[in-house]
Nanobody, 116 residues
Framework: QEQLVESGGGLVQPGGSLRLSCVAS????????MRWYRQQAPEKARELVA?????????IYLDSMKGRFTISRDNAKNITYLQMNNLKLEDTAVYYC????????WGQGTRVTVSS
């Protein structure tokens, strides 16, 4: 079964750091571009945060995250990471990963709460 499982979220104070992980299983991971998304509230749309190509080319899409977030991948372990530094209150969201093309059904995501 093709699956993506996110983890690594939690409660952190402003200025703190977290590293999110997305473990892929059931498919050949390396050829896919992998993406991180966030959803700040159930009634808000899911936003594209970052993308990494099969060969490691990366893009951070939200200006507010540039210089603070880094996406990376380990093709040997089938894991995509999102390193989040200098976290801000507005980074609070549920974070999801997915692949392109042939996006999979959304998983449960991992919740990041930034609060003092």
């Amino acid at each position: 079964q093709e699956q993506l499982v996110e983890s690594g979220g939690g409660l952190v104070q402003p200025g703190g750091s977290l590293r999110l992980s997305c473990v892929a299983s059931g498919f050949t991971f390396s050829p896919y571009t992998m993406r991180w998304y966030r959803q700040q509230a159930p009634e808000k749309a899911r936003e594209l945060v970052a993308s990494i190509s099969s060969v490691g080319g990366t893009t951070i899409y939200l200006d507010s995250m540039k210089g603070r977030f880094t996406i990376s991948r380990d093709n040997a372990k089938n894991i995509t990471y999102l390193q989040m530094n200098n976290l801000k209150l507005e980074d609070t969201a549920v974070y999801y990963c997915n692949r392109i093309p042939a996006r999979l059904p959304w998983g449960q995501g991992t919740r990041v709460t930034v609060s003092s």
